[in-house]
């Protein structure tokens, strides 16, 4: 035990002591989770701001519906313009300097009451995303004037005015779970977990075996009478530890993300960060044995790489087994795999997901001790495969 | 002490197949006198060492140091060796005190002894005075002297020197050599691997060319000029590994 405290000790002095691994543990994680967060928080304003979109008309309004469209579009928060003609317009899209361009032609107030219908032309470049924007927001502006117009027709007949819209849907929100997070943290925060519990171990992890034989201390470390067993978990323990500060870092950040006033932000984080006793203890549970076994595959690949380069490029191609399922996670959510059982057998997707459910305060029993039981049994492999490669003499001789 | 008998050493090689690094190698070395190993580079020297030092295992043969199996009690071959090579490295980003406390955890020793272990290796080697500069940053003749502390803080009956001046100047060298002459008189057994004749003749009891693996040669630096007829140690090298003027040895 005191020799595997020795070897613990030595790492996390060693670790401490370098700017590079620092940085992986606690300046990368906490400044790249703060910065995801104000871009977007600035992504959110800046989307909030493409809503308040200028739309240019044609002529000036000749009728009382082309006077009711613009004056829904300046309640819409719609900047309107006018433009001479439809050449002029089509003009100033081709320019870029127009969005939509909206002709009311001739004849809608003398159609409607006819009794016909009577179409609007809206020009835009299809291929602008701001306009397709723009076109869904005049269309709902359109719906909304329409349905005033068969109001009026209705209350003219006699008839009930709701049946403008025979069967609409009222939203009733049912509680789930036992707290309410808002989306976009429940969505960033089990992917941002797993992905920085990972990295903040893999920049120590090239160092931690493969640079000792590279840097010829390996071997009067192996000539100690301590069995490599406890030198093997002295080492695992520092890179678990690396790992959790990783995590705790992001974790950070992302609170001083949802606290502090960044542009964007009170829309984004609608319904704030809330997580009960259990969800807390949830995580953990489900976190220990992910980084358990981030710790020990780092260590099984470090102990079996001939060098920091050769280690490094190992680590570089297993970021990908935790990165894809890391990925996933965050839209797992909008599919039905959220709550399929064969997520549990998934590791790491398992781990994120059962984040994200504990932050949700949805508890699947089942699915979280799976998801813990599968955790230490691949944790414990990775770790057997690591100690067997540091048993074996090739982890002095093959250099 | 230190026994072998037919001590051997298999590599497999992808490439080559099967390569003998150490065949059938039968030697002893005993307290207060000092073995050398002289031999060409890849000549199996390290090799030896490091079977002897129980970090590879022989693929035949036994060997016992300090009275202890080198296969079947090799944490107490190791609790009983001091290691030094000039190829050893200290951790950078720990001074020398850390470095020191740390093999002494490693090595068991208990706090209060250690404590006070460490204290004398630093006084002994002069190492007070850069004791809390990381490794990093000291010379390579501060660094050796680290080493070289390291290599007897636990105070081991058994030292084994690996090419310990490869890339010294001639001072420092000269420091290793009186270090080595010094646990000499202690009555420690030592085996010192080279490929200098020089250190050989000033230092060694013994000698035991080793050349592929094989030990073709063993006694005094004396008596192996006498055998082999040669007015310097180096010439009787030679003639043991069979150069010839103008033909390469394999």
Redesign the interface.
Known sequence: M??I???FK?EV??IL??KRSRSAMVVGPFFSVFLMFALFGIIGASVKKAATTTIHVVGKPQGKIDEAIVNAMKKGEIKVEEVATVEAGEKLIKDGKARLVLDFGTGLEQNLAAGKGSTLKALFDPGEQKAQIALSVIETVIGKVNDGVLEQLLTKNNLDKSLVRPISVERVKVKVGETSTAEVLVQLIPYLIIIWAFYGGMSIASDIVSGEKE???L?????????RLNICLGKLLALAAACSVATLSAFIALIAGTKLPLPGMERLLEGGLQVSATGALVMLLVLLPTIALFASMLLAVSAFAKNTREAQTYLAQASFVVVLPAVFSQVIGLTDAGSARWVSFVPVLNSANALRQALLGKYDGVGIAITIVLGIVLSAAALVYAIRTFNK?EV??RI | MIETHGLSKE?VDGKRGKVAAVQSVTLSATPGRILGLLGRNGAGKSTFL?ML?????PTAGSAKVNGFDIVTQS??V??S?G?MST????????TPV?VLE??G????IPQPELKNRVEYVMKRFGIESYADG?CDKLSTGQKQRVNIA?TILHDPPVLFFDEPTSGLDVVMSQDVMEFVEEVKTQGKTVVYCTHIMSEVERLCDEVAVIHDGIVCDFGMVSALKERHQSNSLEQAFLKIVGYQRGVSLK
Do not use: C, M, W
Not at chain 1, 219 to 227: H, W
Not at chain 2, 53 to 57: D, F, G, M, P
Not at chain 2, 87 to 94: E, V
């Open positions: 005191n020799a405290l020795a070897v030595k002095r060693d002591r370098d840097r010829q201390t071997e009067t470390l192996l000539i100690s009478p301590t069995s003499e002095l001789t | 590599f490091r030092s129980t970090v590879i295992k944490e107490q190791r609790a060796i290691f190829s050893t490295a200290l951790y950078g980003r720990l850390e740390y093999f955890a490693l090595y068991g990381l390291r």
